[in-house]
């Protein structure tokens, strides 16, 4: 639920480039030939995504004479998304090289290891080797999305290169149990559009980014469990309140919805967990 820069290559490119390893003559011709219609797609895709209106995408709208559904996700599984190929040198690793700090633009936690297909090509065959809806994504979030799309407007997830501004929109809270356990959800500003706040919060919980967050905490907190006792030997809840939050002031600097900063805020807020719920063993 992350921005993006928007793609360098073009739809024309990206068919262009895969054309190039196609040995059969007859379907180089017609992809080659289709290179208007590929970009007057992709503007119509770009369109429909910066006014909001993606999730009513159909097959229909994004057709390309000449090539046929199975031909066109060919294209992208053997022309562009096949190591070696040349679409791959000149497209799919273009795309992947925009992925901001090199992370996943969905959980923004692991490395984007693939390419996501935002409409997916199953659905619109049409857009199949289109740059503009190719994301960089890590596999966990790309196979967890599959072939998933909705058509209402509150459930339509917010596309990372046309996101809008919707500020800091993730929180934590601490869960008072032995270990504790900080758990994550998806709270947008009031501010927002009702429509944004539910695609907002329906995006985080189809990422299942609440469960995951929360399970890439526990290593976290562990070490905290050792670390706080042997910084802060008096155990003095306010000074252990000041190292977490600036720990999360840092953290903020670069995200607003950073995963880490939001843990640290939580606990540097949470009475229970400043005065010893961070060491079981001291606990009452």
């Known amino acids: ?20 390893g196609v040995r059969d003559p007859g379907l180089r011709k017609r992809v080659t030939g289709a290179r208007r219609e590929f970009l007057a797609n992709s503007a119509r895709l770009q369109t429909a995504a910066a006014s909001d209106k993606l999730h009513e995408a159909a097959a229909g709208d994004y057709l390309l004479p000449g090539l046929s559904p199975d031909e066109l996700l060919w294209l992208y599984k053997a022309q562009l998304s096949r190591k070696n190929s040349p679409g791959r040198r000149a497209v799919y690793n273009q795309i ?10 969905y959980c923004r936690h692991s490395a984007a290891t693939t390419l996501d297909h935002f409409v997916p090509k199953a659905l619109v065959p049409g857009l199949s080797i289109d740059p503009w809806n190719l994301v960089p994504a ?22 990372p290169y046309f996101m809008p501004q919707i500020g800091r929109w993730l929180t934590a809270s601490v869960d008072h149990t032995l270990p504790a356990v900080v758990q994550f959800a998806a709270t947008p500003d009031a501010s ?16 299942d980014l609440g469960r ?10 562990s070490g905290l469990s050792r670390l706080l006792p042997a910084r802060f030997s008096r155990t003095d809840p306010a ?30 807020a949470d009475d229970w967990y400043c005065t010893g719920g961070y060491a079981p063993a001291a606990a009452p």
């Not at 992947?96 to 633009?105: D, N, S, T, Y």
């Not at 927002?192 to 990422?207: M, S, T, V, W, Y």
């Not at 600036?246 to 953290?251: L, V």
């Open 1 to 20: 639920m992350w921005a993006s820069p928007q793609p360098a290559v073009t739809a024309g490119e990206s068919a262009a480039a895969c054309a190039r």
């Open 239 to 268: 000074e252990i309140s000041a190292y977490l939050s600036e720990a999360s002031h840092a953290a903020f600097e670069t995200d607003r919805n950073d995963r880490r900063a939001v843990m640290y805020e939580a606990l540097a």
């Open 96 to 105: 992947m090289v925009g992925a901001p700090f090199g992370l996943c633009v």
């Open 212 to 221: 995951r967050y929360s399970i890439l905490c526990g290593s976290e907190l």
């Open 192 to 207: 927002l559009a009702p429509e944004i706040q539910a695609r907002i919060r329906n995006q985080f919980d189809k990422l």
């Open 138 to 159: 890590c596999s966990d979030c790309n196979h967890g999305l599959l072939d998933s799309f909705s058509q209402q407007p509150t459930e339509q997830m917010l596309h």
